[in-house]
């Protein structure tokens, strides 16, 4: 049974950086034909899509995301990061990491998901920006 479970610090102030990780257990990020994603869900809004990293390493961003995001992973810890720079209260959300098996590559200026797309979810980690 995979599981994914994420952290992060929970309050930030505006242009720092904001780092989460993901750490996954009872499945490999290098399973074969895997992708592993971050999510946030801002108050009131629909699932957004950040970005994605592939079993293969090769990682993907929603357009929107490309400049500030960068999605990374620890093999060795079996665990998906993501760092977003400068961030501003828009960016106060609940944070997921998510997995499937397939490819999910969206590259689009707004990428919505639902919880269908993906297999596996973490419970979300709430990220304020506040000053």
């Known amino acids: 049974q995979v599981q994914l479970q994420e952290s992060g610090p929970g309050l930030l102030k505006p242009s720092q950086t904001l780092s989460l990780i993901c750490t996954i257990s009872g499945g490999s990020i290098e399973m074969e034909d895997s992708s592993w994603v971050w999510i946030r869900q801002p108050p009131g809004k629909g699932l957004e899509l950040i970005a994605t990293i592939t079993d293969r390493g090769s990682a993907y961003y929603s357009d929107s995301f490309k400049v500030r995001a960068a999605i990374a992973r620890v093999t060795s810890k079996n665990q998906v990061t993501l760092q977003l720079s400068s961030v501003t209260p828009e960016d106060t959300a609940v944070y997921f990491c998510?997995?499937?098996?397939?490819?999910?590559?969206?590259?689009?200026?707004?990428?919505?998901?639902?919880?269908?797309?993906?297999?596996?979810w973490g419970q979300g980690t709430q990220v304020t920006v506040a000053s």
């Open positions: 998510a997995g499937r098996k397939g490819y999910y590559i969206c590259l689009d200026n707004v990428c919505s998901v639902s919880k269908s797309d993906f297999t596996w």
